[in-house]
């Protein structure tokens, strides 16, 4: 059983940069497929990012290209998003989320491919 802890979020004003992370354990970590979600006041839960299980590989939603980089050491178990350039509408609860690769080039972007999830973090951007 994976079990994910989000920490890093704040409130930051508008234009600077955060870096939030997950730390999972309780599973082999360089097994993961990882992602990022976020969920807004009043919104669905929308994917942020994805990496694959040996970072080689990412993908992005295009609302956040440019701004958002993932990132993971798997010597410690961590996934990173770094979030540059915040805006307002970036304010949300940033969830990590995992799930054991199906093949070497395995990625997923949708909240039901996953099956382990964090409690999040909450990020707020003042402006």
């Known amino acids: 059983q994976v079990q994910l802890a989000e920490s890093g979020g704040g409130f930051v004003q508008a234009g600077e940069s955060l870096r939030v992370l997950c730390t999972a354990s309780g599973g082999t970590f360089s097994k993961l497929t990882l992602g990022w979600f976020r969920q807004r006041p009043e919104k669905k839960r929308e994917f942020v990012a994805a990496?694959?299980?040996?970072?080689?590989?990412?993908y992005y939603a295009d609302s956040v290209k440019g701004r958002f980089t993932i990132s993971r050491n798997n010597a410690n178990n961590t996934v990173y998003l770094q979030i540059d350039s915040l805006e307002p509408e970036d304010s949300a609860v940033y969830s990590c989320?995992?799930?054991?690769?199906?093949?070497?080039?395995?990625?997923?972007?949708?909240?039901?491919?996953?099956?382990?999830w964090g409690q999040g973090t909450q990020v707020t951007v003042s402006t």
């Open positions: 990496i694959q299980w040996n970072g080689r590989s990412t």
């Open positions: 989320a995992a799930r054991l690769f199906n093949n070497a080039q395995d990625m997923a972007r949708l909240p039901g491919e996953y099956f382990y």
